[in-house]
């Protein structure tokens, strides 16, 4: 079981999913990643979301809107498995598809976030990929938004070679993970 560390529903449990490949976040990651973000009434792309457990701690610590993008099917039924047992009203949409298609769609329709979490697999090679779709589409990010990368410590300038339209505002290492925190250029 995952604990969501703050927030209004700081200590409920959500389940994790057994999709292959999902590594949740750790714990002290994510409250460190939550203690410095401001994310009250903001709207949330969450990518390579897994478990849901970067949603429901955004949503928990007064996100107005999350968006949760997953390809795994395993995964998204997890995640709304989840938030049915912790709040079924809570404004978090789950989209079952591949980042590639996900993100183009997003801008083409004119929908932009005011934070974007990634979290690829690590060592699987998703990063730089991930970061070309991301430079292709900035417009997913709105003015004054956020982007947060989650790598592996080994991953991190990978974050950095692909994030040209991008300023690094901030790189922090918790728990064996590095959040890359970066703004539109």
Known sequence: MLTITGGKFA??????????KTRHTPQLARKALFDVIDINSK???DLFSGSGIISFEALS???????????SRRACNSILGNKRGIDP???LEILCSDFRRAIPSFVKSGIAFDVVF????????????LMAVLERNAELLNLR????????VREKDF???GAGSFDLVDQRNY???VFSFMVKK
Request: charge should be negative.
């Open 11 to 20: 200590r409920r449990m959500i389940k994790p999913t057994t999709a292959k």
């Open 43 to 45: 709207s949330l792309l």
């Open 145 to 152: 938004g956020m982007l947060i990368v989650e790598s592996s």
């Open 175 to 177: 728990a064996g993970v």
């Open 118 to 129: 990634a979290d690829p697999p690590f060592d699987e090679e998703y990063i730089q990929p």
């Open 159 to 161: 974050v950095l070679q």
């Open 89 to 91: 009203s809570m404004d």
């Open 61 to 71: 610590r007064g996100a107005a809107s999350v968006l949760a993008v997953e390809i």
